[in-house]
């Protein structure tokens, strides 16, 4: 039975890393199947209900205002066209609904009290309620906890070392306090990254180290491959190999093996088989529906025909017991 460690060595994930990768799947399907059921995935659904104009510099970025992207700026949606959205995804069989705002943090105004009545009302329709807004406070991550908030995202991306080639308007410590804030709070941790944005090996195994030696590990871990967007400075970047996303995925599984690890941004680009590699690599959730928050993914209809075909069934909400306040 592969134990859950949160005191791997980098040495120790540099073997796991570099393994030959059809072992490594191997390892990882074993791993995954030791907590999982393997023809169980995780479907979830995003929205941006704040669109663009982000003072922040996040390379990879279509939302930062510095970058001239094709990205519409849009203020915060209404309530209802959120509620809508979530029934939408809903009725589709997404069990996950994540609300995604290009914030740099949470500021204590009418906002921030919008977004708290949209966390109440799409957590009474049965959804699992997740939001991405940017930094978080204690006392806000509270506030969203009390609202309903079931899971919060809020990404690494990448090691510590190569962050600062990529984000220069935060810090690495910044994250890690948000990420102790949600956690405090009592609210499941969704964290991972993104490969393909110029890093080394290194910085991946860097990355895989520093999630899998928090304290407890995130419940999911996205796993993202760029989406090189045009007029970011990443957008000449070469797109990711099946073979990376595979090492970064199973890696994960087996250092986190009771984490839901989702195959997140990227899966437009790649074909069925790749992703069924993936599946077999230890992903078990995926974000469905025609839009990420300003990219396309695969939509609700390509992604039924993927699961009937691999003999795939969406995950039941809230399958695992909620996370206990500490
Ligand atoms: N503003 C908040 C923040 O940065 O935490 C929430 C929204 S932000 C868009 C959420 C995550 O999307 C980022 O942390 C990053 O991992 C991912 N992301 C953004 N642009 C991406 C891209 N072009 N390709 C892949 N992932 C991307
Ligand atoms: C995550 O790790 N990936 C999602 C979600 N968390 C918020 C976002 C991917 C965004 C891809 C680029 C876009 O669509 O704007
Ligand atoms: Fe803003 Fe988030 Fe995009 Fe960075 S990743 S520019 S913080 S929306």
């Given at each position: 039975?592969q134990?859950?460690?949160?005191?791997?060595?980098?040495?120790?994930?540099?073997?796991?890393?570099?393994?030959p990768?059809?072992?490594?799947?191997?390892?990882a399907?074993?791993?995954?199947?030791?907590y999982?059921?393997a023809?169980?995935?995780?479907v979830?659904?995003?929205?941006?209900?704040?669109?663009?104009?982000?003072?922040?510099?996040?390379?990879?970025?279509?939302?930062?205002a510095?970058y001239?992207t094709?990205?519409?700026?849009?203020?915060?949606?209404?309530?209802?066209e959120?509620?809508?959205?979530?029934l939408?995804?809903?009725?589709?069989?997404?069990t996950?609904?994540?609300?995604?705002a290009?914030?740099?943090?949470?500021r204590?105004?009418?906002?921030?009290?919008?977004?708290?009545?949209?966390v109440k009302?799409?957590?009474?329709?049965?959804?699992?309620?997740?939001?991405?807004?940017?930094m978080?406070?204690?006392?806000?991550?509270?506030?969203l906890?009390?609202?309903?908030?079931?899971?919060?995202?809020?990404?690494?991306?990448?090691?510590?070392?190569?962050?600062?080639?990529?984000?220069?308007?935060?810090?690495?410590?910044?994250r890690?306090?948000?990420?102790?804030?949600?956690?405090?709070?009592?609210?499941?941790?969704?964290?991972?990254?993104?490969?393909?944005?110029?890093?080394s090996?290194?910085?991946r195994v860097?990355?895989?180290?520093?999630?899998?030696?928090?304290?407890?590990?995130?419940?999911?871990?996205?796993?993202?491959?760029?989406?090189?967007?045009e007029?970011t400075?990443l957008?000449?970047?070469?797109r990711?190999?099946?073979?990376?996303?595979?090492?970064?995925?199973a890696?994960?599984?087996?250092?986190?093996?009771?984490?839901?690890i989702?195959?997140?941004?990227?899966?437009?680009?790649?074909s069925?088989?790749?992703?069924?590699?993936?599946?077999?690599?230890?992903?078990?959730?995926?974000?469905?529906?025609?839009k990420?928050?300003?990219?396309?993914?695969?939509?609700?209809?390509?992604?039924a025909?993927?699961?009937?075909?691999?003999?795939?069934?969406?995950?039941?909400?809230?399958?695992?017991?909620?996370v206990?306040?500490?």
């Amino acid at each position: 039975m592969q134990q859950i460690r949160n005191d791997w060595t980098r040495s120790e994930i540099k073997e796991i890393y570099y393994k030959p990768i059809l072992n490594l799947v191997y390892e990882a399907a074993t791993a995954h199947r030791q907590y999982h059921t393997a023809s169980e995935v995780q479907v979830c659904t995003l929205l941006s209900i704040k669109t663009g104009g982000c003072p922040e510099d996040c390379s990879y970025c279509p939302q930062a205002a510095r970058y001239h992207t094709e990205t519409k700026v849009h203020a915060l949606l209404k309530k209802e066209e959120v509620i809508e959205s979530a029934l939408k995804a809903k009725e589709a069989g997404s069990t996950r609904f994540c609300m995604g705002a290009a914030w740099r943090e949470v500021r204590d105004n009418k906002d921030f009290d919008r977004v708290l009545d949209m966390v109440k009302g799409v957590n009474s329709l049965g959804l699992e309620v997740c939001c991405t807004l940017g930094m978080l406070t204690d006392e806000q991550a509270k506030k969203l906890k009390e609202a309903g908030l079931y899971a919060y995202n809020h990404n690494l991306d990448t090691s510590e070392e190569f962050y600062e080639e990529i984000i220069t308007t935060r810090t690495y410590e910044d994250r890690l306090n948000t990420l102790e804030n949600v956690r405090n709070a009592g609210i499941s941790v969704c964290c991972g990254g993104i490969i393909g944005l110029g890093e080394s090996n290194d910085d991946r195994v860097e990355m895989l180290y520093t999630l899998s030696t928090l304290p407890e590990h995130p419940e999911s871990v996205p796993v993202n491959a760029l989406v090189p967007v045009e007029g970011t400075p990443l957008q000449d970047q070469p797109r990711v190999s099946i073979w990376e996303m595979l090492r970064m995925i199973a890696t994960a599984r087996i250092l986190m093996p009771k984490a839901m690890i989702r195959l997140s941004a990227g899966r437009q680009e790649m074909s069925t088989v790749e992703q069924a590699f993936c599946f077999m690599a230890g992903a078990n959730s995926i974000f469905s529906g025609d839009k990420l928050l300003t990219t396309p993914n695969p939509s609700f209809g390509d992604d039924a025909a993927m699961f009937e075909l691999l003999g795939l069934q969406p995950r039941e909400s809230f399958k695992e017991e909620q996370v206990s306040v500490c």
